[in-house]
C-alpha cells in the first residue's frame, strides 16, 4: 500500500498541514498561527501544506509563500514540488513551479511596489537602498540643509538613520523617539523633520 504523503507528519504537523483545508462555505478557514522552535520540522510542514492546498484543488498562482532568505525560499518550493510529484505523479512535477508568489518578504514586497508603483507615487524602475546607500543619502541631504555645520554638534548620519528608522518603522512620532532613545538629540527634532523631509523627496526624485 503506497504510503500517504501526510502520514510522514506527525499530528501537529498534519494539523497545521490539514487546517480549513476542504471545509465547506468557508468553515474553519480561520487564521492559523503556528509557534515552533528549532528543529521542529517547520520547513517540511510548510511544504506539505502548500502540497496539500494545491492537491486539495488551489491553483498554485494564488499561494503565497514567504520566508527570511532565497534558499529558503527556492528549498520550500522544491519540497513543495517533491511531494506533489511522490502524491500524484509524474504529471505534478513543475506545478510548484506555477508558485509564482513564493519569495522572501523583501522580493515580494518590492514586486508589489513595482506592480502598483503608479498608483502609489513611484516610478516603476525605482531601486533599493541598502542601510550604507540611506547613510549617504541622508547625510547629503544633511550637508545640504547645512546641518553639518551649526555651532552646537548636529547628529551624524548613522544617529539620523537610526532615529528616521524608528520614526517609520514604529510610527512613533520624533519627540518621542527622541525622547526615549535618543535624549542627547532632543534639541534637534525641527531640524531632524526638515532632514527627513528632504530625505524622502531626494529618495522620490532620484537625487
Known amino acids: 500500500m503506497r504510503i500517504s504523503y501526510l502520514d510522514l507528519l506527525n499530528t501537529e504537523q498534519r494539523q497545521a498541514v490539514e487546517h480549513g483545508v476542504g471545509k465547506a462555505n468557508g468553515q474553519g478557514r480561520r487564521p492559523l498561527l503556528v509557534i515552533a522552535g528549532a528543529g ?105 540643509l547645512g546641518f553639518s555645520k551649526t555651532p552646537t554638534r548636529f547628529p551624524l548620519k548613522g544617529t539620523c538613520l537610526a532615529i528616521y528608522s524608528r520614526c517609520v518603522n514604529g510610527e512613533v512620532p520624533i519627540e518621542e523617539v527622541l525622547r526615549t532613545s535618543f535624549p542627547w538629540c532632543g534639541e534637534w527634532a525641527d531640524a531632524l523633520k526638515k532632514l527627513f523631509a528632504a530625505y524622502v523627496e531626494a529618495k522620490r526624485s532620484g537625487r
Do not use: C
Open 40 to 144: 521542529s520540522g517547520k520547513t517540511s510542514t510548510l511544504a506539505h501544506r502548500v502540497a496539500h492546498l494545491i492537491i486539495s484543488g488551489a491553483d498554485p498562482r494564488r499561494v503565497l509563500l514567504m520566508t527570511f532568505s532565497r534558499r529558503a525560499a527556492a528549498e520550500m518550493t522544491r519540497r513543495a514540488e517533491r511531494i506533489l510529484r511522490s502524491a500524484t505523479g509524474s504529471g505534478a512535477a513543475g506545478t510548484a513551479d506555477r508558485l509564482s508568489w513564493a519569495g522572501t518578504f523583501h522580493a515580494i514586497g518590492a514586486r508589489l511596489l513595482r506592480t502598483y508603483a503608479n498608483e502609489i507615487g513611484l516610478d516603476p524602475a525605482f531601486t533599493i537602498h541598502d542601510r550604507e546607500d540611506s547613510a549617504d543619502l541622508l547625510n547629503l541631504a544633511r550637508h545640504r
